[in-house]
């Protein structure tokens, strides 16, 4: 086995602000959508498959605000081909949040018929989810983030949740199909714009988060106010956005990949690799800091349920993850998205051990103790993270990242796996 150098657990000490008072905030932000509602309607509230801080809580709110004018809520999946595309599999997701109809005291629709409800300047179709169309009004409650598959003013938030949302498969087809001729923001926007016309979109419920995966800031955007309110609030996210500190990374080792963390498993705004593929050249050539030589995943969350896209952004993995990959739930997802490259299987092998002896053995080298490599939980979690001592120095010379601890030899359990 390769000689490893000694880790040590670091912190990025990013800026903290006091906490939210969800309750207040949510409420004070309602009032913007109160005047909408009435008595009897019914009112569909869209949430969808990403790991949100405090979720459940949030949605508990959001419902229990809309029943105190009369109205009468229930929630959908507002996801695209998650969950292997089935209702079956969509509540699945959602009750990995906790989010079901016995906990939510809510119903539950999950329905993926859709109607095409109408077809933009650029003649692609725009499709929304029966059950929400039927309903007298729609609010949607999501993350604004930078999207993973493309670099603009808009990312993913509101707008793209209602296209491929309320789309279900087949509006999250058709704007992939339309975003590889038009670009992304096109598409987005103007498949958006139909279903602000056509539907019963009331407005959402914008969530940022900051480093620490927190709840920072929380807007309630009525639909007039949904594509300007959002790009702002892009701005903002960016500026939130965890990174890796450094400029040059060996071997990024990550836990867990998932839908919960990226819609790409991992995301590539913190990776610094496209899911539309990348390349394993070694030398760095200009390219964007961290420039990562090699990539191990070791497993899936829990809560993406086999599904494993974003594994072919990796170089290795283990046999376990392999075995665990739902592969109907991943190349339904890969293929909506048009991005068959993404479920690739990298190279794998049985235990951590051998998968980090055999990435280091694919660099050039000469002694493996001098491997600069980071192992962090997941993209959304690089406030803590382990480093070699190679990092040190660059490390000790940002004054943002604190050690935790001390340098000590990476710990590996009886069966070759990391602890």
């Not at 006091?18 to 949510?26: F, G, I, S």
């Not at 190349?331 to 068959?340: I, Q, R, V």
């Not at 490390?395 to 001390?406: D, N, R, S, V, Y």
């Amino acid at each position: 086995m390769s000689p490893l150098p000694r880790f040590l657990r670091v912190r990025q000490n990013f800026p903290r602000p006091a906490p939210l008072d969800l309750r207040a905030t949510l409420a004070a932000g309602f009032e913007k959508l109160r005047p909408v509602l009435r008595p009897g309607m019914s009112i569909a509230v869209g949430t969808g498959s990403r790991g949100i801080t405090h979720i459940r809580t949030i949605l508990t709110e959001v419902l229990a605000l809309i029943r105190s004018t009369g109205a009468e809520p229930f929630l959908f999946p507002a996801m695209g081909s998650h969950g292997g595309a089935t209702p079956e599999g969509q509540r699945e997701v959602l009750a990995s949040y906790d989010i079901t109809e016995a906990t939510m005291r809510t119903p539950i629709k999950a329905s993926l018929d859709v109607k095409q409800v109408g077809t933009t300047a650029d003649g692609k179709p725009v499709w929304c989810a029966l059950e929400p169309l039927a309903a007298d009004g729609i609010i949607l409650v999501n993350r604004v983030k930078p999207h993973t598959d493309f670099y603009g003013d808009i990312g993913s938030g509101l707008l793209k949740m209602a296209v491929v949302g309320l789309g279900k498969r087949a509006g999250a087809a058709a704007m992939h199909l339309a975003a590889s001729e038009l670009g992304h923001e096109r598409a987005i926007r103007t498949m958006a714009g139909v279903l602000l016309r056509e539907t019963p979109l009331l407005g959402g419920f914008a969530l940022l988060e900051n480093q620490y995966h927190e709840t920072a800031k929380i807007v309630v955007l009525p639909r007039d106010e949904m594509e300007q309110g959002e790009d702002a609030l892009l701005v903002e996210s960016r500026a939130l956005l965890p990174l890796l500190p450094f400029d040059e990374i060996d071997l990024l080792i990550i836990d867990c990949i998932g839908k919960n963390i990226s819609g790409t498993g991992m995301d590539p705004n913190v990776v610094m690799r496209s899911i539309d593929g990348y390349s394993s050249h070694l030398l760095r050539a200009g390219r964007p800091a961290p420039f990562i030589r090699r990539i191990f995943v070791r497993d899936l969350t829990a809560e993406t349920h086999g599904n494993a896209i974003g594994i072919g952004l990796a170089d290795f993995t283990t046999t376990r993850l392999a075995r665990t990959m739902d592969a109907h739930k991943t190349f339904t997802n890969s293929l909506t998205a048009l991005t068959p490259q993404s479920a690739k299987l990298p190279v794998y092998f049985d235990t951590d051990r051998e998968c980090i002896d055999r990435a280091l053995a694919s660099l050039p080298l000469t002694d493996t103790t001098t491997a600069k490599i980071v192992r962090i939980a997941d993209t959304l979690s690089v406030a803590a993270m382990e480093i070699s001592e190679p990092l040190l120095p660059e490390a000790k010379a940002q004054p943002h990242i604190g050690a935790l601890g001390e340098l000590r030899p990476i710990g590996f359990g009886a069966d070759g796996n990391l602890q």
